[in-house]
């Protein structure tokens, strides 16, 4: 039986992260369109953590954002 995968690969250029980045989150959602508010609110949510570890970490506090 025939197996039917959908599949999205990306090469990214690390030295333009800030627009690649947002052309994955859109290339998810154009492939993901019923899932668009969960896409969106995953990445605030992830986003929202990251930052928060940052601050911690320039407030004198350990982290190796793992946690």
Do not use: W
């Amino acid at each position: 039986m025939a197996q039917i995968k959908a599949l999205l690969q990306c090469e990214l250029d690390p030295f333009n992260p800030v627009p690649e980045i947002c052309h994955v989150i859109d290339a998810m959602i154009a492939n993901n369109q019923i899932y668009e508010e969960s896409i969106l609110m995953g990445v605030i949510e992830s986003a929202q953590k990251r930052l928060q570890q940052l601050e911690s970490i320039k407030a004198g506090g350990v982290s190796n954002g793992t946690e």
